[in-house]
């Protein structure tokens, strides 16, 4: 059998011809499917910078009370300057007090003593509790 070559020419272009056509056809479809895509993202993209938006808000927002906690955090510092000169005062107070307490137990003990002794005497004498 003897091959014919302007058939098998033919042949070989029609396959081409076919190649190329299905080819055009799925580039159709893949660009029709790029176009949904594209389609489908405008909405998307327009919520995007509406989000972006809101956040930058946000943002402006949280800038503010940063500013606003920076604030109430020196006037925290200056508080606790002040407090601490109070409990310096207040040592020295207590300080003081004890010096005084003290003072007052060493010169109350012989009060104390007399105070005993004179309860031992009225009780010999006939003075004392009788219970």
Do not use: C, H, W, Y
């Not at 080819?23 to 998307?44: F, K, W």
């Amino acid at each position: 059998m003897a091959i014919n070559p302007m058939n098998d020419r033919t042949g070989r272009e029609r396959q081409r011809l076919r190649k190329l056509a299905q080819a055009a056809m799925n580039a159709d479809q893949t660009v029709g499917q790029v176009e949904g895509i594209l389609g489908d993202m405008g909405p998307v993209l327009g919520a995007l910078s509406d989000s972006l938006g809101d956040l930058d808000g946000a943002i402006g927002n949280f800038e503010d009370t940063l500013v606003r906690l920076n604030g109430s955090l020196d006037n925290v510092d200056v508080t606790i300057e002040r407090m601490s000169g109070v409990v310096t005062r207040l040592e020295r107070v207590v300080g003081q007090l004890e010096v005084i307490v003290s003072l007052g137990e060493t010169l109350l003990r012989p009060i104390g003593a007399l105070e005993s002794a004179g309860r031992g005497v009225a009780g010999l004498i006939g003075f004392g509790d009788k219970r």
